[in-house]
């Protein structure tokens, strides 16, 4: 069970577990993180999930497909190489631990 640790805007961490397979973006909202709002509810399509991983875990995580890297182009903080929509990254004991910078800003 892989375990995330949210590193958010203030510096604080939030640590919280998920089952392999489970969206990013669902163990955010599920375990209450600040700073992940989803409004689209992970359909890939508001960019209000963004994060940016780890740089060796965004390797591990592989790349966006076309249509979230197209969102990234619209997310509020600025976007960076490991920037990704939390709605598209599937957590794997392969990521384990998982380290998730939260932007300070999602709307």
């Known amino acids: 069970m892989p375990t995330v640790i949210f590193q958010l805007p ?3 961490e939030r640590k919280v577990t998920a089952a392999s397979g489970t969206v990013l973006m669902q ?3 599920s375990n209450g993180v600040a ?3 989803a409004e689209c ?3 890939a399509s508001c960019a209000t999930c963004h994060v940016y991983l780890d740089a060796a875990q965004s390797e591990l995580a592989g790349g966006p497909n076309d249509v979230e890297d197209e969102m990234l ?3 509020a903080a600025e976007r960076r ?3 990704r929509l939390s709605c598209q990254v599937q957590l794997s ?3 384990d631990p998982m380290l998730v910078h939260v932007p300070e800003e999602q709307v």
């Open 41 to 43: 509810g992970g359909n």
């Open 93 to 95: 004991d392969a990521l």
């Open 73 to 75: 182009d619209f997310t």
């Open 27 to 29: 163990a955010a909202v």
């Open 10 to 12: 203030d510096g604080t």
């Open 81 to 83: 190489p490991t920037s």
């Open 35 to 37: 700073g992940i709002v």
